[in-house]
């Protein structure tokens, strides 16, 4: 936190922050790059380029007419190009390499009456790493209704258009914010959102505040220890708060999350 007390450092720091995380940003990166789609020919660049744009649209009519591109990489004779060209894999290092799946729920097993199981998977990582390393799973999609549960808004296309190319049938969706449903349904109709977020399963009735001077922690921060995660901000508040409040943070380090290497 040192160096956060130097008033030019954190003026930097903000400005910086501001501009890469302005929706102005955003758009500028989308005009980019569906104008880098006007010059591509490379179907694996461009299918990565597609996806790209598809999370970075706001407006129905951009997501229509990014969509309506997509389609032959979808539905079409190029769709097995995200496993052949393995599109979107290098963002999350090493994670396709490895077979040790973590943050996935076996919710209800296959009824020997045919009855489908449910397999939750969390995380866009973890989805690569089951998508990249189990070897039969058209068989695994006819014994499991599977849920991707997403970390991301907006989410990953390129995975989940990986993941209609693996799986058979709906793929269910547990999206980040409800704003972001419809894009994901209107990626495919084969994908279908849960009506609830992830943190919709805490029930507030089980909670009551403690009384001040019970408490053992008043600031409870939960984030892995990248740069994205924007640790600052809450040290920059905490600058202006009272010097006695306890605060607990809870992470690990983004490699680990990724695949670079395992957490312990």
Known sequence: MGGLTDPLRRA????KDAAKYSPCTAKLLLVGTRARLNFTRDDATRANLLARAYRL???RPTRDSIRGQTESYLNGAKG??????RIGWDRYPRAA???RINRTIVLKEPHPNGEKGVLLVMFEYNWLRLLANVKDLRSLGERFNIILSTSWSPTDYALLA???QSLPGTIFVQACNYSEIPWIEQ????????PCIACDWINPACYQPKPFQDRRTDILMVANWAPFKRHWQLF???SRMPRDLK???IGQEVLALLGERESG
């Open 12 to 15: 930097a720091i903000r400005v």
């Open 57 to 59: 649209a706001e407006r």
């Open 80 to 85: 097995t190009i995200w496993r052949d060209k």
């Open 97 to 99: 390499e490895s077979a």
């Open 162 to 164: 990986l993941a209609l």
């Open 187 to 194: 990626f495919s109709p084969r994908l279908k959102c849960l």
């Open 236 to 238: 920059d508040a905490l």
């Open 247 to 249: 605060i607990t943070m």
